[in-house]
């Protein structure tokens, strides 16, 4: 029997499954273009799981974890347009999504902020799109 994930990365894995099977989001994309850590030559556009920070969110009786979430999203389309209507969708995808973490008990999940804005190089735009999320041990 294996140890039980932890829950940032139980969610991660949860995260990750549900984005990659939300048909909406994979069409913007041009297909399964949602990664950890991108390859050097990733075609665009594209989705990565960033950041995550954790803070303990129990109680005088029950354990939880509190998330943090970062999702990037990048894109070399003419125009902001294209960050835009993945932004959308990845918060719709996820936004209130009963997922099912490893071993965990997702109480919430919630989007709580979006922005794109132009890359230095000029050419790229970057959604940076934010939720906040609660895990209880199952």
């Known amino acids: 029997m294996s140890a039980p994930l932890p829950p940032a990365l139980a969610l991660r894995q949860a995260l990750y499954e549900r984005l990659v099977a939300d048909a909406a989001l994979t069409a913007l994309l041009g297909g399964c ?5 991108p390859p050097r030559d990733a075609a665009f ?3 990565t799981l960033g950041e995550t920070v954790t803070s303990d969110w129990s109680t005088a ?4 974890t509190e998330h943090a979430l970062t999702l990037h999203a990048w894109s070399r389309a003419a125009g902001r347009r294209e960050a835009f209507e993945i932004s959308a969708a990845v918060q719709q995808a996820l936004h209130d999504a009963p997922l099912a973490p490893h071993g965990h008990r997702l109480a919430n999940l919630r989007a709580t902020t979006a922005e794109v804005r ?8 970057h959604a940076v799109i934010r939720f906040r999320a609660v895990t209880e041990p199952a």
């Open 33 to 37: 273009r949602i990664h950890d850590v």
């Open 45 to 47: 556009p594209f989705l």
């Open 61 to 64: 009786t029950e354990g939880g």
């Open 118 to 125: 132009r890359e230095g190089d000029g050419r790229t735009f």
